[in-house]
């Protein structure tokens, strides 16, 4: 059962790192809250966050990969190289590559930090071998395809590519790429890690948006702006945090205590992780308190009930948003 981790023949993994794999029976999903199991709590765990780039990492490391795609001989046949690359190049610039399923001016990498092999900042690495997997917002069993399919939908405000479109194709094979060496059904201990503890959950109506933006503007508007849309900083261009191009309210970081579990740990660049949760929530929901494109399929998801009690932007939850203020937001 130890050795349930299986490095891969022509794994990058097994040339650069050594993986430990552990059991870990009772500890499932880390600082994933228990009340909202995505998983069922049989997966075992993978140990070991060495393989990815870390969470202290600041803005003059954006750049830097652990597995790079561009690299020679990732792959032994030529397609697969090429699709592997084209994936990483959609993750980073889906504006050029896969412009027609695109709404917004985000990517991937904007939220999924060093394409997505940061520690605690949404990685990717192993998450292939994790699926199919029951979660709970689609109330059924979900495909790593569906998965992609949501942040197409929400994160990336545009359209789902078919499933044999290239670029499902591309992504699915640089994410796989990433999974190499993995045991499928395992669970790496870095997933899941982007969660706010629940006892150090703020109800959304005791947090207060002025002293949000405060914090926001001394901590984030360096970078992101004070009209949060991001500024150019050569080395990376953050993604417009509310507006017309920013992610949707269906998506993942319209939830206030969802990403107040990625801006904890991910951001500020400028020291990441030092932020208490309280800010961290303060932030997220002045963050959150603007308008920003409507998901239209709302009332469909979580289909099982017991919708989160953070969607500040579901009305099924908050028939009046609650933390938006009179003027509809500041743009
Ligand atoms: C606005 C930020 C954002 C953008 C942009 C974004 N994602 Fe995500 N992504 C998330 C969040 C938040 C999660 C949920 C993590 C969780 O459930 O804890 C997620 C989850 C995922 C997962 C599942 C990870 C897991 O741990 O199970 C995959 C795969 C994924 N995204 C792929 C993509 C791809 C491919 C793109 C670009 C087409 C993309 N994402 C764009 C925020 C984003
Ligand atoms: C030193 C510059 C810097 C600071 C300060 C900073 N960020 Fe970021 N942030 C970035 C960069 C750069 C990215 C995109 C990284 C990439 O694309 O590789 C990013 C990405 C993000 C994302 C992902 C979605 C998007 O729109 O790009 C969120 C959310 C975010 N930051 C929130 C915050 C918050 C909240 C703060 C303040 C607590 C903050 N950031 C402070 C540089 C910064």
Same mark, same amino acid.
């Given at each position: ?69 561009? #690299? ?14 084209? +994936? ?21 990498g904007n939220c999924h930090l060093n394409a997505g092999q940061r520690n605690r900042a949404l990685p990717l690495l192993g998450v ?21 399919? +949501? ?54 109506? #005791? ?13 984030? #508007? ?48 400028? #020291? ?60």
């Open positions: 059962m130890i050795n349930a981790h299986r490095i891969g023949q022509n794994s990058i993994m097994e040339r650069r790192f050594s993986v430990l794999p552990f059991l870990v029976g009772a500890v499932l999903l880390g600082g994933c809250t228990p009340s909202e199991p995505e998983l069922p709590d049989t997966t075992p765990v993978v140990e070991d966050a060495m393989v990815l780039i870390p969470e202290t990492a600041t803005l003059e490391r954006v750049g830097e990969l652990i597995m790079d795609p561009m #690299a020679d001989s990732i792959h032994p046949d030529p397609r697969m190289a090429e699709m592997i690359r084209l +994936g990483f190049q959609i993750s980073q610039d889906p504006q050029t590559y896969a412009s027609e399923f695109v709404g917004n001016d985000l990517t991937c292939a071998a994790t699926f199919p997997q029951y979660r709970r917002r689609d109330d059924r069993l979900v495909s790593l395809e569906d998965r992609i399919a +949501g942040c197409f939908k929400r994160s990336m405000n545009g359209t789902v590519p078919p499933y044999d479109h290239p670029v499902m194709l591309a992504l699915d094979a640089y994410l796989n790429w990433l999974s190499e060496g993995f045991a499928m059904g395992e669970r790496p201990s870095w997933l899941g890690q982007n969660e706010l503890p629940v006892e150090s959950r703020i109800p959304i109506e #005791a947090l207060d948006v002025d002293r949000g933006e405060d914090l926001y503007n001394l901590h984030c #508007a360096p970078c992101h702006g004070l009209d949060g849309q991001g500024i150019n900083l050569i080395l990376a261009k953050p993604g417009p945090l509310w507006g017309p191009m920013s992610w949707n309210d269906g998506a993942g970081a319209a939830r206030v205590w969802k990403l107040a579990g990625y801006v904890k740990y991910a951001m500020p660049l400028t #020291a990441p992780g030092t932020l208490t949760d309280e800010e961290a929530q303060l932030i997220s929901a002045y963050v959150n308190s603007h308008e920003r494109p409507a998901y239209p399929d709302k009332e469909s998801d979580f289909p099982g009930g017991n919708r989160p009690a953070d969607a500040v932007y579901d009305t099924l939850v908050f028939p009046v948003h609650p933390l938006m203020r009179g003027d509809g937001g500041r743009p």
